[in-house]
């Protein structure tokens, strides 16, 4: 079973940039659509952003429109999420995960299969 690990999580200021990575443990992994989640304290989790594998058609949730970008590193099959303008809002866990078909909306999360252990973002004001 493939395993997904995240990194790049950090405390930052309101403002600054943060990209995330997310790594499979299987270099020629491939899937219908990658995603991140956040998760804020007391909050349940919810959907950031997502990516087809192979279109790279990008999917945002509205909070994050035009400040945060996924995509996908080819040199080393992993994918990223790019977290410009970031807001104290932004604090949480943030996870990635794969989802292996198409059926479904690609925010909903119980249509993902593999999920990585998450990272934790902190913005400070």
């Known amino acids: 079973q493939v395993q997904l690990v995240e990194s790049g999580g950090g405390l930052v200021q309101a403002g600054d940039s943060l990209r995330l990575r997310c790594a499979p443990s299987?270099?020629?992994?491939?899937?219908?659509?990658m995603g991140w989640f956040r998760q804020a304290p007391g909050k349940d989790r919810e959907f950031v952003g997502a990516?087809?594998?192979?279109?790279?058609?990008?999917f945002y949730a509205d909070f994050v429109k035009g400040r945060f970008t996924v995509g996908r590193d080819n040199a080393d099959n992993t994918i990223f999420l790019q977290m410009n303008s970031l807001k104290v809002e932004d604090t949480g866990i943030y996870y990635c995960?794969?989802?292996?078909?198409?059926?479904?909306?690609?925010?909903?999360?119980?249509?993902?299969?593999?999920w990585g252990q998450g990272t934790q973002v902190t913005v400070s004001s």
């Open positions: 995960a794969a989802r292996k078909f198409a059926t479904g909306a690609l925010g909903h999360l119980g249509g993902y299969d593999y």
């Open positions: 990516l087809t594998w192979s279109s790279l058609s990008e």
């Open positions: 299987e270099r020629t992994f491939s899937t219908f659509a």
